[in-house]
């Protein structure tokens, strides 16, 4: 009721302070279980991708969103599930939330990147989308969002307005069909997430980095372009990251 609710007051406030453009819209089916995996710029995407998606979205928000009162009875309010990012069997039970939701028919919203970068480049993808995507045979839908860094700079509390934001929905794949229930095979997993992560960067136009998002990324990195995974070091284990039989099922942060 409260999303509803929340979602009728601030459809049209939105649109009036912001530039909303969106492509791709038919590629989100209108019922059944789906995926909405996205770069992660500002902690305003999670506002603007339900805007324009046409549905209810459930996303994976970081547990230390739930341990104060002030913030806890409003994303359970919401219906979204919290992700406690340290792994283990916490990181697991979210993944069987969203597995229920998905289940049920619903829409979930996935940042793969794990977190929001320290800069505006896309960065390597956590294995949990494709562990959701086989587990239950929900299509998964690539999104890109530009703009909302902009709007909503890191550490920001605050969302300037009268800015451009363009959300972009890529055509759905469908992992079964490509990977059958190959669950449990490292390979796969990481397979399906770089090519969702190059689909996403297409939309997005990011600057891609084949490591994962930390928030002391340097903007030096050595880096490569969306779309342009080459040379030995693509798709390989980040330096001193996890592997591919050790990556963690960390689904979203929605900070």
């Known amino acids: 009721m409260l999303y509803g609710a929340l979602k009728l007051v601030l459809r049209p406030l939105m649109r009036a302070l912001y530039d909303v453009g969106v492509d791709g819209l038919g590629n989100v089916p209108g019922s059944?279980?789906?995926?909405l995996a996205s770069n992660?710029?500002?902690f305003c995407d999670s506002l603007f991708i339900p805007l324009v998606a046409g549905r209810?979205?459930?996303?994976?928000?970081?547990?230390?969103?739930?341990?104060?009162?002030?913030t806890n009875w409003f994303f359970r309010a919401l219906g979204q599930i919290p992700m406690h990012r340290e792994g283990g069997d916490s990181a697991r039970r979210s993944l069987g939330e969203a597995?229920?939701?998905?289940?049920?028919g619903g829409c979930i919203g996935i940042y793969p990147e794990g977190t929001r970068p320290p800069d505006e480049r896309l960065h390597r993808g956590r294995t949990g989308v494709a562990r959701l995507a086989l587990a239950t045979g929900a299509p998964v839908v690539p999104v890109g969002i530009r703009g909302t860094r902009e709007i909503q700079p890191v550490g920001a509390r605050l969302m300037k307005p009268f800015k451009p934001v363009e959300v972009r929905f890529g055509a759905p794949a469908r992992l079964r069909d490509r990977y059958g229930h190959r669950l449990d095979d490292p390979?796969?997993?990481?397979?399906?997430?770089?090519?969702l992560m190059w689909e996403i960067g297409q939309l997005s136009g990011q600057e891609y980095v084949d490591r994962y998002a930390s928030r002391r990324s340097e903007p030096g990195e050595p880096a490569n372009r969306a779309g342009g995974r080459t040379g030995p070091?693509?798709?390989?284990?980040a330096s001193?990251?996890?592997?591919?039989t050790g990556d963690r099922a960390v689904l979203a942060d929605s900070a």
């Open 32 to 35: 059944g279980p789906v995926i």
């Open 40 to 42: 992660h710029q500002a």
């Open 56 to 70: 209810r979205v459930t996303f994976v928000a970081k547990a230390e969103y739930f341990e104060s009162w002030k």
């Open 99 to 104: 597995e229920r939701v998905l289940r049920a």
């Open 187 to 195: 390979l796969v997993l990481r397979q399906a997430t770089d090519d």
């Open 233 to 237: 070091e693509a798709g390989a284990p």
């Open 240 to 244: 001193g990251g996890a592997g591919p």
